[in-house]
C-alpha cells in the first residue's frame, strides 16, 4: 500500500513502443518494450507520482532500469505496485529492479507477474524550487521464449577476457536438502550464503546453486551476487526423477520433473522444457546405486535424448575412481559417438563438510571461457575444453592441443586425421610428480610418461589406430589415482 495522491499528483508519463538508444541498453539485450519519460519539478518536492504502464497477459519477468538528472540534487525514490498489490519500495538504492514468479531484487517481492496496468511510485524528498530533472525508465518483459527482462537484468561478467575459470557445478542448501550446524549447534536447513561463502573461501570463480526440483534458491542469487562481486552465482537445478538426476545449468525459470506422467511424459519433453527455460543439461552421478538410501540416484531413463544433452558430471564428490565414478558411463556415451563434456560437482549438502565429506570446490569444474559470465561460462562447458581438478587444488591446469597436418583441436574440438599421425601437445601446471595418461575411446594406453617440474609440457605423437574416435588426457598421482581428467579430442579418420 502507498499513501493516496490527489489527481493532480499523478503524473501521466510518455509510453513508447521505441528503441533505446545503445548507450542505456545492457550489452546484448534488446530495445525496451516500454519506455516511460517525464520530468520532476521543484512543485514535486516530498510529494509521491505515479507513472502508470500496462503488463501484456503472459509476461513471465519484468525488468525496469531507472536513472535521471541528479545535478540538480533532485533525489527520486522508487517503487512499484501491480493491478492487486504492492510489489516492492527500494527507495534511492537501486535503478534496477527486476520481477518474477522464482525471484525478485531485494526489497521486492517475487510472485505471478499480473497482467493489466501497473504504476512505477516515485518518492520525491528533494527537489529543489524552480528545478527541473528527466527521469527515463526502460521496461523489459520476457514472454514465451523471449527472455528480453532476464538479459536486462543479468550482471555484467566479472571478469573480462579469455581464462580458465574455477568452479563447482553441483551443491545444495535449505531451499531443498542441505543442512548445517546453527549458532547453538543444532542441525537446520542450512541458508545459502554459507554455502557461498565456503565457496569464496576455496576460490572458485564460479558456482551452481541446484537445489533438487526448485528454483527458490534464485531469490538468493538476486541478494547474494551484488556482494560477491568476484564469484559468479549461476542458477541451476537438480531435476530429482525416479530414474534418476539431471542438472539444469543456467535456466531462467522452473522446470517440471515429473518424468513419466502427462505432464512430463518423455525425457524428450523434459529436454524441450529445458531449452527453453535458457538450461543446459547435465547428467548427475550416473553410475550410483538406486535404492532406498537413495532413491532414483543412478540414471535409468528411458528413451534419454543424448545428443540434446551438454555434460556428464563424471566426478561426484569424492567419488574419482571405481563404480561409483561416472567414468564408465560417460565413456560409454563417448563410444557411442555423443559428444558429452565431462565435468564434475561436490554435491555439498554441508559446506562444513563434516565426517569426511567432499567440501565445496572439490572436486572443481574448470573451463576455458571468454569471460567470467553465466553465458560465457555455460558457452565453455558446451564447448568441451574443460578439466576436472578431482582434488579442487588452485593452481592446477591441463591443457590439450591436437594437431594433425595444419589442423589444430583443443579438448571438445574435433580433427580430421588423414593418413599421418596426430600429435598432443599437453601443458600440466600443479601436479608435478604425476603422470601422463592417454586414453583412446575408453581404454587407456599402456605408455605413460612422467610430469616433471610444476610447469610441463609434453608431446605425444599417435598412430591413426591410437587416435581414431576419440582421444583423451589424464593425469594421475604416483600411486595411480587421478588428479586432472581431461575432455576428449573427438578425432575423424578419412
Known amino acids: 500500500m502507498t499513501a493516496a495522491s490527489p489527481p493532480a499528483a499523478v503524473l501521466v508519463a510518455a509510453i513508447a513502443l521505441v528503441a533505446t538508444p545503445a548507450a542505456a541498453t545492457p550489452r546484448g539485450v534488446a530495445a525496451p518494450d516500454v519506455v516511460l519519460t517525464g520530468d520532476i519539478t521543484g512543485q514535486d518536492h516530498q510529494t509521491y507520482r505515479e507513472a502508470p504502464f500496462t503488463v501484456p497477459a503472459g509476461v513471465t519477468r519484468i525488468t525496469l532500469r531507472f536513472e535521471y538528472d541528479r545535478s540538480a540534487h533532485t533525489v527520486i525514490d522508487l517503487g512499484l505496485l501491480d493491478p492487486e498489490r504492492f510489489r516492492g519500495w527500494s527507495g534511492g538504492s537501486k535503478s534496477l529492479v527486476t520481477i518474477a514468479p522464482s525471484d525478485a ?16 511510485l516515485m518518492g520525491v524528498p528533494n527537489a529543489r524550487p524552480g528545478s527541473r530533472s528527466h527521469y527515463t525508465a526502460r521496461i523489459w518483459f520476457d514472454r514465451g521464449d523471449r527472455h528480453a527482462a532476464t538479459d536486462a537484468a543479468t550482471p555484467p561478467p566479472l571478469r573480462t577476457g579469455w581464462g580458465w575459470y574455477r568452479g563447482d557445478l553441483h551443491m545444495h542448501g535449505a531451499h531443498s536438502d542441505g543442512s548445517c550446524a546453527s549458532q547453538s549447534g543444532v542441525r537446520v536447513p542450512c541458508p545459502t550464503f554459507r554455502t557461498v561463502e565456503a565457496a569464496a573461501a576455496a576460490r572458485l570463480d564460479f558456482i551452481a546453486l541446484s537445489d533438487h526440483n526448485t528454483v527458490s534458491q534464485m531469490d538468493d542469487i538476486r541478494e547474494l551476487q551484488p556482494w560477491f562481486d568476484k564469484l559468479l552465482l549461476m542458477p541451476a537445478t537438480e531435476i530429482t526423477t525416479f530414474h534418476g538426476h539431471i542438472q539444469a545449468i543456467g535456466l531462467r525459470r522452473f522446470v517440471d520433473f515429473r518424468l513419466g506422467t502427462p505432464h512430463v511424459p518423455t525425457m524428450a519433453a523434459l529436454a524441450d522444457d529445458a531449452a527453453k527455460a535458457g538450461a543446459i543439461l547435465s547428467i548427475n552421478h550416473a553410475d550410483l546405486p538406486s535404492g532406498e538410501l537413495c532413491m532414483g540416484c543412478g540414471w535409468t531413463a528411458p528413451g534419454t535424448p543424448y545428443d540434446r544433452l551438454a555434460a556428464i558430471e563424471v566426478v561426484n564428490a569424492k567419488n574419482a575412481e571405481g563404480p561409483l ?8 556415451r563417448l563410444n557411442e559417438g555423443h559428444h558429452l563434456t565431462g565435468i564434475g560437482g561436490s554435491d555439498s549438502h554441508d559446506p562444513d563438510a563434516p565426517d569426511g565429506r567432499a567440501p565445496v570446490g572439490r572436486p572443481t569444474t574448470v573451463v576455458h571461457a571468454r569471460e567470467l559470465s553465466e553465458e560465457a561460462i555455460i558457452e565453455g562447458i558446451r564447448s568441451g575444453d574443460v578439466f576436472i581438478d578431482v582434488e579442487g587444488k588452485p ?15 583443443s579438448m571438445g574440438g574435433t ?16 601436479v608435478d610428480g604425476g603422470v601422463v595418461e592417454i586414453v583412446h575411446k575408453g581404454q587407456p ?9 610444476a610447469d610441463a ?38
Open 325 to 332: 565414478s561416472g567414468f564408465a558411463f560417460w565413456y560409454a
Open 395 to 409: 593452481g592446477r591446469l591441463l591443457e590439450v592441443e591436437a594437431e594433425a597436418g595444419a589442423t589444430h583441436a
Open 415 to 430: 580433427i580430421a586425421l588423414g593418413e599421418g599421425a596426430l600429435t598432443l601437445d599437453i601443458h600440466a601446471a600443479g
Open 457 to 494: 609440457r609434453t608431446r605425444v605423437t599417435l598412430l591413426r589406430e591410437q587416435a581414431c574416435g576419440w582421444v583423451a588426457v589424464n593425469i594421475r598421482d604416483g600411486k595411480g589415482a587421478p588428479l586432472l581428467v581431461g575432455n576428449p579430442v573427438y578425432v575423424e579418420c578419412r
Open 445 to 453: 594406453l599402456p605408455e605413460t610418461m612422467p610430469v616433471s617440474g
Open 105 to 120: 531484487t531485494p526489497s521486492y517481492l517475487p510472485g505471478p507477474v499480473v497482467a493489466g496496468r501497473w504504476r512505477l
